[in-house]
């Protein structure tokens, strides 16, 4: 898909001013990595008088049906062939939106370090977007873009040219033209009205799109004609979310009629009763479930094999039900760092007694982790080769048998919920692979046929309806000792 903004300019105001404004240099050709594939920023013409970015965003049509889990366009389900033929690679969408909030993050924000005049000055510019899909015609494109004060030409591309009869697709070729616009108000229309014209999005619309939407639309959506059209199509018809962000604009378009602030219009409550809640860090809901998870097999004795920088080991020092807590990793340097953060030097005698660290490897046997309550393999496994799982799967399973183990992994199907990650990248450089909630299943099961223990399986982190948890957990009890099951 692509998109051109183009610029006029004079010799004391150069068109090439649109460089610092995009915060790309016009005699360079950058590509970016966004969540589906690869933008391209390059400049067909760039002097003094006139000057031309392209965007040029090439989509990964696999990894799209890969991250979208056998959904089509808007999340629906769709035929098999369609997830592969269809018009994402190739018309603007929420993907050239992602994109424009990405490649020229600064340029929306009006930030400009270099040359910080340059932002708030309007200029002439000209948009053209070869194919953009609307749901309601060109009309709907002159009532979106219009009342912005955008002059606009949509014209509908026909199905075929060779057959006239068959009529016109529902895309359109849009030019936008304005004598005087900022460049960072019109990167925000296009943000905004390209998903709300396709009428879909290729993520998952959660509540701070509230905040993005609102972010975006300052200054011209509370007093938008369409305005209702517009939050509802952006948030994918989500009402909940639909009347926040209704709710939250008209106290925009109060405080503007009455020439105040919003805070002064929405003051039922006094500031300092307020609270806003943050959500917990996944982290840390990994750290609070595998805590439960202890509590209710009874360990006291605790092994976190790859405790890593010693986080869990910290969390688990605070309960003194665990009355030893051996952390081992085969890092030194995260040893240390473990170290520092559980200020073991300074530590008190009966607390240090608790708590101990062990450098070694999962891959061998060790003989010092035989006789525990309890093993933590919190997020070890995927940083792990496939063909030396099964060495692991013996150290812990085989070798040490603790009465309970815990895994929790990645889930891979849940990336897709994150806008922000990369297409076919996996959560974190150094994993190996990540696996589905299938797939972790079948590989827990058998381990646990193995060698003699039970498994179930815990979410943790939002139980998605549609693509389950961000982590997922394994527990494991032991049910048959290792005497009965050699005989």
């Not at 014209?197 to 938008?224: C, F, I, M, Q």
């Not at 919920?417 to 450089?429: D, I, Q, T, Y």
Request: glycine letters at 6%; hydrophobic letters at 40%.
């Amino acid at each position: 898909m692509f998109l051109t903004l183009t610029t006029t300019g004079t010799p004391e105001r150069p068109a090439t001013d649109l460089g610092f404004l995009l915060h790309k240099h016009p005699e360079k050709a950058q590509a970016f990595s966004t969540s589906y594939g690869t933008a391209h920023v390059l400049y067909p013409e760039a002097d003094a008088e006139r000057c031309t970015a392209a965007l040029l965003l090439e989509v990964d049509a696999v990894a799209l049906v890969r991250r979208g889990k056998s959904k089509g366009r808007g999340g629906a389900p769709d035929a098999a062939l369609a997830q592969y033929v269809n018009d994402r690679p190739y018309a603007a969408s929420s993907l050239l939106a992602v994109a424009l909030s990405g490649v020229f993050s600064s340029a929306m924000r009006g930030v400009c370090q270099a040359r910080p005049e340059l932002p708030s000055t309007p200029r002439p510019l000209r948009i053209e977007v070869p194919a953009l899909p609307a749901r309601g015609g060109p009309a709907l494109v002159r009532a979106l873009f219009e009342p912005l004060g955008w002059t606009v030409t949509a014209e509908p591309v026909p199905l075929d040219t060779e057959f006239p009869a068959w009529g016109d697709s529902r895309y359109v070729r849009l030019e936008l033209e304005s004598a005087d616009r900022t460049v960072a108000e019109a990167l925000r229309h296009l943000y905004v009205l390209l998903p709300v014209l396709d009428d879909a999005k290729h993520y998952w619309v959660s509540p701070d799109e509230v905040d993005k939407l609102l972010r975006a639309g300052e200054g011209w959506l509370a007093g938008h004609p369409e305005q209702k059209l517009i939050t509802s199509r952006y948030l994918s018809r989500r009402w909940s979310l639909t009347r926040q962000a209704t709710e939250r604009l008209e106290l925009v378009r109060l405080a503007e009629t009455d020439d105040s602030e919003v805070e002064e219009i929405d003051n039922a409550v006094e500031a300092e009763t307020e609270t806003e809640e943050r959500p917990t860090p996944l982290a840390v809901r990994r750290r609070e479930a595998i805590t439960a998870a202890l509590k209710a097999s009874g360990a006291a004795r605790v092994l976190d094999l790859g405790c890593g920088q010693g986080q869990l080991v910290q969390a688990l020092l605070k309960d003194p039900a665990f009355t030893e807590i051996v952390g081992l990793d085969v890092s030194m340097r995260a040893l240390t760092i473990a170290s520092r953060r559980l200020k073991l030097d300074r530590m008190g005698e009966r607390q240090a007694a608790r708590v101990q660290l062990l450098q070694g490897s999962l891959a061998y046997t060790d003989r010092r982790l035989k006789g525990y309550d309890a093993a933590v393999l919190s997020e070890v496994i995927e940083h792990l080769d496939l063909p030396r799982l099964p060495a692991l799967e013996y150290a812990v399973f085989g070798s040490a048998r603790p009465r309970t183990v815990l895994v929790t992994t990645p889930n891979v199907e849940y990336n897709v919920r994150w806008e922000s990650l990369p297409a076919g990248h996996v959560r974190h450089g150094d994993h190996r692979f990540e696996w589905t909630r299938a797939e972790f299943r079948a590989w827990a099961e058998a381990v646990a046929a193995r060698h003699g223990y039970d498994v179930g399986f815990e979410p943790v982190g939002p139980d998605d309806p549609e693509v389950g948890p961000p982590t997922q957990m394994a527990v494991f009890t032991l049910t048959t000792p290792k005497e009965a099951k050699a005989a």
